[in-house]
Structure formats: C-alpha cells, structure tokens
C-alpha cells in the first residue's frame, strides 16, 4: 500500500477525539507521530499521515475501556496478517494460507491464532465461574426439592384426619390440594424476599468490574421469583395430591 510516506496510520474514533481531531474528517491527511512502543523508548517515534479512521472496536477484554487504536501501514514489511476464512473448511483454508505464506517468507515458518481463540482465554474464569456456578445451582435445587418433598409427606402424615373430615364435609381436591400447599408458597416467597437483594447486591458488585456491562432488570428476578414457585408446586404437589385423593373413611378409620 503506498502512500508517499515512510508510515501511515490508520486510527479509531477514541483517538480522534483524544489527540485532538475534532472529527474524523478533519484528521484525515493529518501528520502524526507515535510510539508504537510507547514513549519511553524515543528510538520507537514513528512519523505518518492519518489515512483512515475506524470505528472504536474493543481489541481487549470487556473489562477494558477502548483505548487509542494506531493501525500502522508499512508499505515494504509485515510480520503479522489478519485473515478472514469461512468456517466451512478450516484446515484446507489454512494449508493454503500457509503455502502463500511460504512462498514470500520461507525462511520464517506460519504461526497462526484464531481469533476465537484469543477471546475465548480473555474469559476462561468466567466460563469456569459459570460451570461451577450452575453446578452448585443444580446441587441446591435437588436438595431442596427432597427437602420439600420430605416435609410435605410430613405434613400430609400429619394432617391425614383433618384431610378425611374435610372430604367427609363436601372439601374438593382442589382445595384440599391448596390447603396444603399454601405453607409452602409462604416459604418459597419469604426465600425469594430474602434472596433476591442479596443476590442482585452480589451480582452488581461482579458486573462492576468491566467497562462495558447490562444493567440488572428487576423481571430477572421476577423470573426467578416464579421459578422457584413453580419448583417448589412441583415438588409438594405429588404428595398433596396423593394426600388429597386417598379415601376418608380408610384415613378416618385408622386413626
């Protein structure tokens, strides 16, 4: 790529504004010197015209603002190239990058990245966050299910003459079925209560630490709320429909 210069640079749109552009129109064609190895080694100051802007790209991780980005043009050397491939069939793909490859710099083999790759290791504690997060996530929602499920058996024990009496006195399924149940929706609201500002001030507190983050909608923990109603139905209802199907007179009879 000539351009009548020893460097030419190409910039993003965070360096316009921070080298004192104005907009990106007004750089363009604008002298700039830089040092790609930043300024304590003086023997690194490059010397160019701004030929191009781009728009900001986040070349880091999400926990990084976007900086100043000075793209260098050297028209006579590169060391490093940036292709774009299909997915389709990545290694003929690549067996032919690396023949064009070799055919300019034989002496210097191809060694390659795929930019997946990079990003994917940016956030491996956050993958592993997550797995061991819903692993634990699964492990409480199992022992809580056999907890409620426990009690509400418990419970139904418990209450096998008052259930009989009240089938006796005209009580539907349903309402029986509510009966016991409503203790139940009673300690899943309180844990919801209890759980969701905790939760939500743990969850700010981790998303405070990248540049770039979502803001926490309260329908999340509705949502949740509603889930672990749902489990929490789910889990006793077997018990309280089975409680209130079985026969009065046999329940009355043995007590």
């Given at each position: 790529m000539k351009t009548g210069q020893d460097h030419a640079f190409i910039i993003n749109q965070t360096a316009v504004k921070q080298l004192g552009f104005g907009?990106?129109?007004?750089?363009?064609?604008?002298?700039?010197?830089?040092?790609?190895?930043?300024?304590?080694?003086?023997?690194?100051?490059?010397?160019?015209?701004?030929?191009?802007?781009?728009?900001?790209?986040?070349?880091?991780?999400?926990?990084?603002?976007?900086?100043?980005?000075?793209?260098?043009?050297?028209?006579?050397?590169?060391?490093?190239?940036?292709?774009?491939?299909?997915?389709?069939?990545?290694?003929?793909?690549?067996?032919?990058?690396?023949?064009?490859?070799?055919?300019?710099?034989?002496?210097?083999?191809?060694?390659?990245?795929?930019l997946d790759e990079n990003f994917e290791q940016m956030y491996q504690s956050e993958d592993k966050l997550r797995s061991l997060l819903g692993i634990f996530t699964a492990i409480a929602i199992f022992i809580g299910c056999l907890g409620l499920f426990g009690l509400a058996a418990y419970m139904a024990e418990q209450r096998t003459k008052e259930i009989g009496v009240r089938k006796v006195l005209g009580a539907s399924v349903i309402s029986i079925v509510a009966l016991l149940s409503k203790d139940f929706l009673k300690l899943a609201l309180i844990a919801f209560v209890i759980a969701s500002p905790i939760a939500g001030y743990f969850m700010n507190r981790w998303l405070q630490d990248f540049a770039y983050k979502i803001e926490i909608e309260w329908w999340i923990f509705a949502l949740a709320g509603l889930l672990a109603v749902g489990i929490a139905l789910l889990t006793v209802s077997f018990q309280s429909i089975k409680a209130a199907l079985a026969n009065p007179v046999s329940s009355l009879r043995s007590e």
């Open positions: 907009t990106p129109e007004k750089a363009l064609g604008k002298l700039l010197a830089w040092h790609p190895w930043g300024a304590k080694n003086p023997d690194s100051l490059k010397t160019g015209k701004v030929i191009g802007v781009v728009e900001d790209f986040n070349y880091k991780s999400l926990y990084d603002k976007v900086e100043v980005a000075v793209l260098q043009i050297f028209p006579d050397a590169y060391w490093k190239v940036a292709v774009k491939i299909k997915a389709a069939d990545v290694r003929a793909t690549v067996d032919n990058v690396r023949k064009v490859w070799d055919a300019y710099t034989p002496d210097y083999p191809l060694e390659y990245k795929f």
